[in-house]
């Protein structure tokens, strides 16, 4: 792996997983060190995450750690909506239903997943991933999966706004249950619906006013 990948990868992990929070200042000198890099190739792993918007340049600071506002969350709401519909109903008719009986089966179990305090919820976000890999596979269409990529790499970051609120994990933990359900039947129709009901939900959740959730 060339040095600019690999510290692209690091820093990239290190703000979706909020070991960088928004606003932290991504000093060339101190992540060089850090990552174990010179600075040119930081400078392109730099670049590319300002280009894909994890990080913004910030006058008189250098390039800082994107902040994450409601609109963008908003905005990319209304992006997200009609492309994982779109991926849930091809899923559901092209897809192996057993694969989403089974993952609906883990769904119903999640409780005891988030409510585990020895890195439970992470497992929890690991089990998303795999229903959003096994939607992807059944879906089988590389430009839908590509016009996605930049949005799940957001979602994935919104997503830990909700760590600290289990009562909205719990209740997230149903939805995905639905979805899988659906896709277990065949029935693309209700697999679409559960999709909006969770992504209304969720998108409700993160607008609402409240103490800061990171």
């Known amino acids: ?11 990239r992990s290190d703000i979706v997983e909020w070991r960088l929070s928004p606003g932290d200042l991504l000093a060339e000198v101190e992540q060089s060190a ?7 190739p930081l400078r392109e792993a730099l670049a590319r995450l300002v280009a894909e918007g994890l990080a913004s340049p910030h006058a008189g600071r250098g390039v800082v750690v994107s902040s994450i506002s409601l609109a963008a969350v908003a905005d990319l709401f209304d992006v997200r909506l009609p492309l994982e519909c779109a991926a849930v109903r091809r899923a559901a008719v092209r897809g192996d239903r057993a694969v989403f009986a089974a993952l609906a089966g883990e769904f119903a179990r999640a ?5 585990d305090d020895d890195g439970g919820q992470d497992a929890y976000y690991a089990l998303v991933a795999r229903l959003d890999q096994a939607i992807d596979d059944a879906a089988g269409n590389p430009y839908l999966l590509q016009a996605q990529k930049p949005i799940r790499t957001h979602l994935a970051r919104i997503r830990r706004l909700a760590r600290d609120h289990p ?18 039947a065949g029935n693309p129709d209700l697999a679409e619906a559960s999709m909006r009901v969770h992504l209304h939900t969720s998108l409700q959740h993160l607008l609402t006013p409240g103490p800061p959730r990171t």
Not at 111 to 115: P, Q, T, V
């Open 1 to 11: 792996m060339r040095a600019s990948d690999r510290a692209y990868a690091l820093l």
């Open 167 to 184: 009562p909205r994990l719990l209740a997230s933990a149903r939805e995905h249950e639905q979805i899988a359900l659906a896709l277990g």
């Open 34 to 40: 850090r990552l174990g890099v010179s600075r040119t």
């Open 111 to 115: 409780g005891r997943l988030i409510g």
